[in-house]
């Protein structure tokens, strides 16, 4: 079985900046600067843009597989089951997650939360009590993730998939990374920023 699959959580529908992931930025779109980090740590082959089953998402679906990129649909507001499909239609031991809106995101810190993985833990993260926003790394075992009972998430689970692990410390072994900010992208305004930075 594969080590680890990353899963890059996508979809064109953004309330605050629609289109975003598929933005330019340094003239690629920024999808494309997440699908790259994430190729560096687990190779380009087990690299899955997880987005959604809905029309807005087609033009995102059409530009990947054009660059080769392979793509997983699923719910759009669940984005937990979302994962799971995903996990059962590529089957690992590991799931790495991580967000499209994070262009600088640093393949090596990427790399550092895959190599934490070890049999002593279930999750490995650079956001430990927050909810995802972009600029984390978070690498779940696969039998975690799919064991969840679905009777027991929140709403808040199902959206951002990982509060649940991070609310049961008690049930899951957690490893913290501590790991510089790194800029994410929901405004036009935070693009441009990132864009004139250094």
């Known amino acids: 079985m594969t080590f680890a699959y990353a899963f890059v959580q ?4 953004s309330s605050r900046f629609p289109g975003k992931v598929l933005a330019p930025f340094r003239g ?3 999808v494309i600067h997440v699908v790259r980090a994430a190729a560096q740590a687990v190779g380009a082959d087990n690299v899955v843009v997880a987005t959604t089953g809905e029309p807005s998402d087609d ?6 597989t054009s660059a080769g990129v392979a793509c997983f649909r699923g719910p759009e507001d669940n984005v ?3 994962f799971r499909l995903c996990a059962t239609a590529y089957p ?3 799931v790495l997650r991580l967000s499209a809106d994070s262009p600088l995101l640093d393949p090596r ?4 939360v895959v190599d934490a993985a070890t049999e002593d833990v279930d999750v490995v993260t650079t ?6 926003h972009g600029t984390n790394a978070e690498l779940v075992r696969s039998s975690a993730l799919l064991g969840i009972d679905l009777a027991e998430t929140t709403a808040e689970d199902r959206e ?8 049961r410390p008690e049930r899951f072994r957690i490893h913290a990374i501590e790991v510089d900010a790194v800029g994410t992208v929901d405004t036009i305004e935070d693009l441009q920023r990132l864009e004139a930075a250094e």
């Open 10 to 13: 996508a979809r064109m529908s």
């Open 28 to 30: 690629e779109p920024i």
């Open 59 to 64: 033009p995102l679906v059409a530009y990947l």
């Open 80 to 82: 937990l089951e979302r």
């Open 92 to 94: 690992s031991d590991w």
């Open 109 to 112: 810190v990427v790399r550092r």
């Open 127 to 132: 956001s430990l009590g927050r909810s995802a």
């Open 160 to 167: 951002h998939v990982m509060p649940f692990f991070y609310a």
